[in-house]
Structure formats: C-alpha cells, structure tokens
T-cell receptor, first 110, second 117 residues
Framework: GPKVLQIPSHQIIDMGQMVTLNCDPV?????FYWYKQILGQQMEFLVN????????KSKLFKDQFSVERPDGSYFTLKIQPTALEDSAVYFC????????FGPGTRLTVL | AQKVTQTQTSISVMEKTTVTMDCVYE???????LFWYKQTASGEIVFLIR??????ENATVGHYSLNFQKPKSSIGLIITATQIEDSAVYFC??????????????FGAGTQLIVIP
C-alpha cells in the first residue's frame, strides 16, 4: 500500500529540549495526522491538519506541541520544551479516505 | 461520546484455521466508517479493511472479511486460513462521517493474535 515515511526512527533527548519529528506523507494525500502510542497501550489521536491548518486537536496536544507543513514538504510535529511524559512512539498518518501510517518515531525523553 | 471496545486481549489459533476478532463501537453519528489495522512485531501499522456504515454488504479483502452487525454496533474481523505471518496485534478503529474524510480515528485497545504452526 501507500507508504508514509518518518524520520528519525528513534530520538533520545534531555527533558526541556526541543524535538522535531518529521513525516513524509503519501504524495497525493490531503489530510495529515499525528498519533501517540505509549508502549503496550492504545493509539491516541493528537492532531489533524488540512490545507495548512490544524483542524482538530485532542487534549493530549499540549501548548508545547505544534505542527506545520511548510511549502508541501515534511509534515512536522515539534515539541518545545519536552517533558518526561512525552516519551512514546509518535505515528504520522495521511489519507484521502483510509489513513495510512508511517513506521513511527520512538521518542525517549530523559 | 465515541468509543471502540475490543474485549479479547489475546487469541491463539492453529495455522490454517479461521479466527474472529470482536469489536463494538459507540457513536451518535448516523454516518461513520470502521477500519481494521494490524500492528506487527516491528511496530508497523498496516491498514487491512474498511466498512462504511451505510453499506449493508460485509467488506472482504483477500483472506480478511468483516461481520458488520449494525443493530449491535458490532464489527468483527474474520481471518480465514490463518498464516504464521498473521501473528500481530489487531486494532479496530472508527471515524465519524462529518461530510469529509478528515477525522480522527478512535482506536480500540487491540487484540493480540498468535498463530501456532
């Protein structure tokens, strides 16, 4: 099926630092998403994005989080500053109808 | 409120048999979409199959099929002729209609399938 790419696959940072997670969505997809999965737990929606705007966000999408997709390049999730509870795997997805997921970025905040 | 519930934590089956995984959902919307994904041991999440709420026919893709029982708010996944590589965690998910394909997925907790050779 369609491939969504994510860079990096792993990221380890110190608490308080900034991190940017990158997503290369499927080229003709219109809708973009970030989800968070803590090890062994349920997948939780963070935010979706369309036409250059955040359309919907959950309570997990804290003020320290931001997303953008400048000039049709990577769809990014930035966390600034990071907190210990941000440690998780972050999945990007894109869609026209069904959502296709990237392989995830495992973020470890020390 | 929207909710997706998978009560089976883990299922073990013999290879080449058929397995059914259960999922029930809650929504106030009259139009919604139901999906099944699998998450492999490497963490990869793979889209498997979709059911649109307004369609009466059960969706089928390859050896995956759905048992859609709308009055019971139930969408079971059936895998026939299971293979070792079907071992994974299977997630049920729902998206409400809202007039466009943009919408969050509400996920269930997942069912771990173990296929025994």
């Amino acid at each position: 099926g369609p491939k969504v790419l994510q860079i990096p696959s792993h990221q380890i940072i110190d608490m308080g630092q900034m991190v940017t997670l990158n997503c290369d969505p499927v080229s003709n997809h219109l809708y973009f998403y970030w989800y968070k999965q803590i090890l062994g737990q349920q997948m939780e929606f963070l935010v979706n994005f369309y036409n250059g705007k955040v359309m919907e966000k959950s309570k997990l999408f804290k003020d320290q989080f931001s997303v953008e997709r400048p000039d049709g390049s990577y769809f990014t999730l930035k966390i600034q500053p990071t907190a210990l509870e941000d440690s998780a795997v972050y999945f990007c997805a894109s869609s026209l109808h069904e959502q296709y997921f990237g392989p995830g970025t495992r973020l470890t905040v020390l | 409120a929207q909710k997706v519930t998978q009560t089976q934590t883990s299922i073990s089956v013999m290879e080449k048999t058929t397995v059914t995984m259960d999922c029930v959902y809650e929504t106030q919307d009259s139009s919604y979409f139901l999906f099944w994904y699998k998450q492999t041991a490497s963490g990869e999440i793979v889209f498997l199959i979709r059911q649109d709420s307004y369609k009466k026919e059960n969706a089928t893709v390859g050896h995956y099929s759905l048992n859609f029982q709308k009055p019971k708010s139930s969408i079971g996944l059936i895998i026939t002729a299971t293979q070792i590589e079907d071992s994974a965690v299977y997630f049920c998910a729902m998206r409400e209609g809202r007039g466009s394909a943009l919408g969050r997925l509400h996920f269930g907790a997942g069912t771990q399938l173990i296929v025994i050779p």
